[in-house]
């Protein structure tokens, strides 16, 4: 059974830094991950999709990679700005399974 | 329509009542999921549809509730005898098919008093 975890569960950083938010998951079989976004009493935005054949998906400030092998995914925040400030969460899938969340990693980003 | 749109937004019930939640998924997505969200934690997996088949719903946390899809569009998750402990944020996504992009609506948080 996947299970998904993620470190830190809550984060500080001041404007301007590069950070970066962990994803680690037990099966490392998986089809593909899906960072996601969620404000306060909001639903969950796509932020990047990565296949498991791919090491790396980019848009804008935000860059993903996928280690299967380690279990692991990170999603890196570059030049970070208060409206960054949200949960943000890794899903892990395989295939013709559903999508396993993690509890999310709080993000405040002070201006 | 342009984005996954769930209603009502908020649902304010009375412990014993029965609910209805219903999703309306983005145009031609065959695969719609439902998510029960506690607050601070991750979405957790509920139920699946294609189209109108629902082909698992090992998340359902009792027989009280109960999903449906009848002619592979709308979606409707209802809740029979609404416990306390169903207390959480419920969100419906869809995707292409079952293994690609999830899209999720705004959620309805339920408050069962």
């Known amino acids: 059974k996947q299970e998904v975890t993620q470190i830190p569960a809550a984060l500080s950083v001041p404007e301007g830094e590069n950070l970066v938010l962990n994803c680690s998951f037990t099966?490392?079989?998986?089809?593909?991950l899906q960072w996601f976004r969620q404000d306060p009493g909001k639903g969950l935005t796509s932020l990047l999709l990565?296949?498991?054949?791919?090491r790396e998906q980019t848009s804008g400030r935000l860059n993903a990679s996928l280690d299967k092998s380690s279990g692991r995914s990170t999603l890196y925040i570059a030049a970070s700005q208060p409206g960054d400030s949200a949960t943000y969460l890794c899903?892990?899938?395989?295939?013709?399974?559903?999508?396993?969340f993690g509890p999310g990693t709080r993000l405040s980003v002070l201006p | 329509g342009a984005g996954v749109s769930q209603s009502p937004r908020y649902k304010v019930a009375k412990r014993g009542q029965d609910v209805a939640l219903r999703c309306d998924p983005i145009?031609?997505?065959?695969?719609l999921f439902w998510y029960q969200q506690a607050l601070g934690q991750g979405p957790e997996f509920l139920t699946y549809?294609?189209?109108?088949?629902?082909?698992?719903k090992s998340g359902l946390p009792s027989d009280r509730f109960f999903a449906e899809r009848p002619e592979g569009s709308v979606s409707t998750l209802k809740i029979q005898r609404t416990q306390q402990e169903d207390s959480a944020v419920y969100l419906c996504?869809?995707?292409?098919?079952?293994?690609?992009?999830?899209?999720f609506g705004s959620g309805t948080q339920l408050s069962v008093l």
């Open positions: 996504a869809t995707s292409v098919t079952r293994n690609e992009k999830l899209f």
């Open positions: 549809f294609q189209n109108e088949a629902q082909l698992d």
């Open positions: 990565i296949q498991s054949s791919q």
């Open positions: 099966d490392s079989a998986i089809y593909n």
């Open positions: 899903a892990a899938h395989n295939y013709g399974q559903n999508f396993v």
């Open positions: 145009s031609g997505h065959v695969s």
